[in-house]
């Protein structure tokens, strides 16, 4: 390939200063991207300067998936949880249960847009005949999992004291406050990218 | 050493396949599909069990009862808690209370039993073979291994005879492959079935994944014949070897010590030395009194004090020529101090003990130990502590 000053400059520029270059490369000619040129949808070629391509932390790309993420009310009214200081239950009569009850085994996607798995949780193995197609994956259940493995984390922590359910009340929101405080981010008391990146969670 | 049953009780139906257990932490993390896993809740936690129905968990695994009916399968009051451990990979009896492990995380020896079925009848067998047609143990054996840590070092397959399965062990092989990727795999098998060139082919591309383990039990076919119970399965088995080494495939020699087959360690090296120059290993095994071990207690025990030399140059002899050699299942204590280099801790940890003569023993910690099904009369004369001064002495 020939060699073009401007490429040449993208490069040591992509390395030394990758914002400043990025500019730089919106200004690139046209001709130099055709070989080299990263996936569709990336917008730099500077992108393939990245000495190890790790994935993006999510906290660094935007949206705020779980910031709004308080409960559900599908699982609002199951409260039967584990105590494990007692032993027991802290039952509250259940409502009504809905639609996706859980006490039902949990069978192929309850409404249709769950159906669809989004991240990664699909049985690997189609043909397997025993286990289930998995219900998880819709987009409402990784917030729940999110949200739990936030107060998981909180609790390991120290901060949090209540139930592993998922719901982001006042309690959750006070450990995230004291969490938040501790690592001098803003105190907002939700879940958001960079509060889950300090926890260490990874959706 | 950890039993691999336990009784626990149960709330509500788990399902018949195979579960993960994790943590709850790892659990909710997984990229397993989560009607595979039960989730081990951590003890002092208060979690809300209609969450985790929610989030499609196949269960819970938790130390005491729930209060109430739960919205999805409790296991708990485990006899032994320590059996179901998080990473290990269980079945819940349908309806019953027992709990099976068929991967444990923390061990290192962990091993798919493929069939029980066999085409040899060995006087030591541990595994008495039954002719059952037990073709379904694949499929549950596949979805096992999609539940096994892909980080594990190694694992065993065993029967029974594992090439009696034919296509079907491809098949778990090729699927432990590509779910396993960096696991090594070890095959115990007689190879006599690979005397047909056919049989090898169908383990094409699977070289360097698997080892095959094959018995050797002499230089001649009398005696090998006679331990394994089988007219011409000596011959058989020498093709097979060959068979495999032309395509390539690594092959680990394994030796039985005992009466039957003592008289002709030393000759037997050299036959391997010379005629099978490729084995990747060679085992030689103190005996495992288990199975038909027991019932031929008079045709097989000999104290490995008597064979100790044989085997020293047995040993020396292999090395001399190149081919690694182990020393499998017998204590440091019995062996000259040259021979300790070739011991391994072979035996599985869960049938692993020590005898209270260990107790003095300063290399205890190095030392593979003893069956536990082994009795009095399975124990050498010469078993004795190690100390510094003995140390000294050689």
Redesign the interface.
Known sequence: MKLSWRRYLERVLGVLLPTSAAGLAVAGDAAASESTGPQPGSTSRLRDLDPIPFSRPMQLNGLDQFAGHRS?S??R?????????T?????SPPATPPA????A??AVGNSPQQAVPLD??????KS?????????GAAT?QG??VA??AQ??L??LGHYN??????VGPETQAALRRFQQSQNLAQSGVLDNATLGKLG?QP | MLALHTHAKVAGRFPAYPLKILDLTEALATTLARTRVAAKLPSGYSVDLGALAMLGFAGVVAETAPGSEPPLPVLHSAGDPAVVDTGDVIQIRSGGSQVRVLFRRRSSSNSLFVTERCNSLCLMCSQPPRETDDNWRIDELKDIVDLIDPTVSTIGITGGEPTLLGHRLAELLSHMHHSLPNTQIHVLTNGRLFADRALVELFEGLQGYVTWGIPVYADVPAVHDYVVQAHGAFFETLEGIYNLAGSRHAIEIRYVLHKQTMARIRQFAEFVSRNMPFSSHVAFMGLEPMGFAKMNRALLWVDPVEYVQDLRFAVNWLDRAGVPTSIFNLPLCILQHDLWRFARKSISDWKRMYLPACERCEVRNQCGGFFRSSGSNWQSLAISPVTTCDRGNS
């Open positions: 559900h599908s699982h009214s199951h409260r039967s949880h584990y105590s494990g200081s032993g027991t239950y802290g039952t996706s009850s859980p006490s085994p949990p990664g949780n699909a049985l690997p193995q397997a005949p025993s286990p289930a197609t998995a219900p998880s259940n729940l999992l739990m493995r998981l984390e609790k390991r209540g139930t592993i359910d998922g719901v969670i």
